[in-house]
């Protein structure tokens, strides 16, 4: 059974820095797409940054240049340095995975940390 275990978020004041993780367990062959996402009260989610198999990376227009998505394979643990934290960015922020198993390549999601930024 894979899991995606989300953690390192928190109340931080605008302009700080948090990074979050995201710890996956549980029969895993490779990561294909990895993903983090946010969402906001009232509003959608919607993707933050992602980081495809081939290492290519892609940001939301709102983070680029503040955060950077990057993964430990040894760890299993993908990760999201958010710099320059602004009220804005205040949201659930969750990890996603197309992940290859025994069972072939599913998506899976963690179930969220909270980041709020105060201004």
């Known amino acids: 059974q894979v899991q995606l275990v989300e953690s390192g978020g928190g109340l931080v004041q605008s302009g700080g820095s948090l990074r979050l993780s995201c710890v996956v367990s549980?029969?895993?062959?490779?990561?294909?797409?990895m993903g983090w996402y946010r969402q906001a009260p009232g509003r959608q989610r919607e993707l933050v940054a992602g980081e495809f198999s081939s290492r290519t990376t892609n940001y939301a227009d709102f983070v680029k240049g503040r955060f950077t998505i990057s993964r430990d394979n040894a760890k299993n643990t993908v990760y999201l340095q958010m710099n320059n934290l602004a009220p804005e960015d205040t949201a659930v922020y969750y990890c996603?995975?197309?992940?290859?198993?025994?069972?072939?390549?599913?998506?899976?999601w963690g179930l969220g940390t909270q980041v709020t930024v105060s201004s």
């Open positions: 549980g029969g895993i062959f490779t990561f294909l797409n």
């Open positions: 996603n995975g197309k992940i290859r198993t025994v069972s072939g390549d599913d998506g899976y």
